[in-house]
Every structure is written in structure tokens, then in C-alpha cells.
T-cell receptor
Framework: SAVISQKPSRDICQRGTSLTIQCQVD?????MFWYRQQPGQSLTLIAT?????????ESGFVIDKFPISRPNLTFSTLTVSNMSPEDSSIYLC???????????FGQGTRLTVV | AQKVTQAQTEISVVEKEDVTLDCVYE???????LFWYKQPPSGELVFLIR??????QNEISGRYSWNFQKSTSSFNFTITASQVVDSAVYFC??????????????FGKGTKLSVKP
């Protein structure tokens, strides 16, 4: 299994500002993903964080709004830029070594934009 | 298109009752994986089970059991003798090794289970 440390665990931010969320894994992993869970909703994939190259974004999510870094096989960041109240969600980091293994999740970052 | 449907939005039971959470999926892939996760009020996602599309055997783990039926595209989850600590949102998810996105999952909307003492 993988132990994932996600920071911050929660934050309250002013609209128009940006927040960077960090995801640290205790072992090297192939795949890292960022999900968003809006209040009372399911999880939606934002992007796949690729080591050494640009992230791959899902439909409806763009790099200017959610820039992602993945400098190595154990760390990634997601930035939520120019925040609005609609960005209030839980953001979760997930890691996997491929589909034949479990996908593990961080404890999430609960973001409130005021 | 890939899709996961959890038709039950909320379920409320009394402790010690058995409860089944339904999950129906859609996929055109012949190889795929199904998952169940538990999300307690604290917010973290707890992995419960992974099942691949070639293994239709039912599985039991303590009070938890899973019934996978490819013929009906269902992967239902039963909790026997429910306990208050089982109260959480349960998500069913589908994963498929397509493109370069192996490992990302498509989630159902979740079923909120409340177990009352």
C-alpha cells in the first residue's frame, strides 16, 4: 500500500487568490491523479499528473485554472487559481501503480472560498 | 461511454440489519476493474475491494460481501449485521486500462448509509 500525505487538510481562501495543494507519497508511484469532490457530489477526475511532462486534463478542466506539477515519482502539486466560491470542494490526490492494483487516496483538502 | 450508477442516494437502517448497496456499470471494455470505497464523515476514501472483469466469484470479508454479476453489469455490496461505524458514503467505481490513463476511476454518485443504534 501507499501512504499519501496531502497538505493542507483544509483552508478558507478569499476569492481571486490561488491555493497550492501538495501530495507526497511514501514510495515511488507510476500514476498520480487529482480529483475534485464538490459538496454532496461524487468524485470527478481533474487530471493525470505525468512525471516529466505536462498533466493530462479531463474535459472541463484547463491548465490555466488548475496547473499541476509533478517533479518526481513521489510528489505532485495542484494549484487552484483565481478562486471563486464555485471552487469550494474537496480536492483529493490519488496514486496507483496501474489498474491491476488499488488506487489509494490522500485524506483530501477541504477548500472553502469566500 | 463508461458510467457507474448507484441508484440509492440514501439508505437508513437500524443496527444489526443487513443492507445491500447497489452498483450498476456500463463499459465497452472487455477488461475492466470495479472498486468499492468508503468515505466516512472525516472525508478520506477508504479502499474496500477491487475486482477484475474476469473474476466473477463472490467475495466475503468479515461482515462485507460483494456480488459481481457480469450478465447484469452489477457489483453489489452487502453489509451483514450493520453497525453504527458503518455509517458513511459508499462509492462504487469503474476503472479501465485505456489510453494513458490507467489508474483513474469513474465514480458513481455514492450511497449515504446511516446506521442508527
Amino acid at each position: 500500500s501507499a501512504v499519501i500525505s496531502q497538505k493542507p487538510s483544509r483552508d478558507i481562501c478569499q476569492r481571486g487568490t490561488s491555493l497550492t495543494i501538495q501530495c507526497q507519497v511514501d514510495s515511488q508511484v507510476t500514476m498520480m491523479f487529482w480529483y475534485r469532490q464538490q459538496p454532496g457530489q461524487s468524485l470527478t477526475l481533474i487530471a493525470t499528473a505525468n512525471q516529466g511532462s505536462e498533466a493530462t486534463y479531463e474535459s472541463g478542466f484547463v491548465i490555466d485554472k488548475f496547473p499541476i506539477s509533478r517533479p518526481n515519482l513521489t510528489f505532485s502539486t495542484l494549484t487552484v487559481s483565481n478562486m471563486s466560491p464555485e471552487d469550494s470542494s474537496i480536492y483529493l490526490c490519488s496514486v496507483s501503480q496501474g489498474m491491476n492494483t488499488e488506487a489509494f487516496f490522500g485524506q483530501g483538502t477541504r477548500l472553502t472560498v469566500v | 461511454a463508461q458510467k457507474v450508477t448507484q441508484a440509492q442516494t440514501e439508505i437508513s437502517v437500524v443496527e444489526k440489519e443487513d443492507v445491500t448497496l447497489d452498483c450498476v456499470y456500463e463499459t465497452r471494455d472487455t477488461t475492466y476493474y470495479l472498486f468499492w470505497y468508503k468515505q466516512p464523515p472525516s472525508g478520506e476514501l477508504v479502499f474496500l475491494i477491487r475486482r477484475n472483469s474476469f473474476d466473477e466469484q463472490n467475495e466475503i470479508s468479515g461482515r462485507y460481501s460483494w456480488n459481481f454479476q457480469k450478465s447484469t453489469s452489477s457489483f453489489n455490496f452487502t453489509i451483514t449485521a450493520s453497525q453504527v461505524v458503518d455509517s458513511a458514503v459508499y462509492f462504487c467505481a469503474l476503472g479501465a486500462p485505456y489510453g494513458g490513463s490507467q489508474g483513474n476511476l469513474i465514480f458513481g454518485k455514492g450511497t449515504k448509509l446511516s446506521v442508527k443504534p
